[in-house]
């Protein structure tokens, strides 16, 4: 977790989910499905201004939920990517 608003927050998991995708072998481009746990829903816009930026052609589906964070986080991020053999 680093320090800083939601927009350093978000850039910070989206590079650790492009090194994590990158180790499997994907990229963004594999990501099919995206979920969001944001702990202030007023981040959305903010949120969403990065996350459009890594997702420009073709996003993948996505929910995206308030949710209480167990740790003092602004939000928590999970892929699921699919690539065909």
Not at 17 to 32: H, N, P, Q
Request: net charge negative; hydrophobic share 45%.
């Amino acid at each position: 977790i680093i320090m800083g608003g939601i927009i350093q927050q978000t850039e910070q998991v989206m590079q650790n989910i492009i090194e994590v995708l990158r180790l499997a072998d994907c990229t963004l481009a594999d990501v099919v499905k995206v979920g969001i746990w944001l702990d202030d829903p007023r981040d959305f816009t903010s949120f969403n201004s990065v996350f459009s930026s890594y997702f420009m052609d073709n996003p993948p589906a996505r929910s995206t939920v308030q949710s209480s964070l167990m740790v003092d986080a602004k939000l928590e991020m999970d892929v699921t990517a699919y690539k065909p053999q």
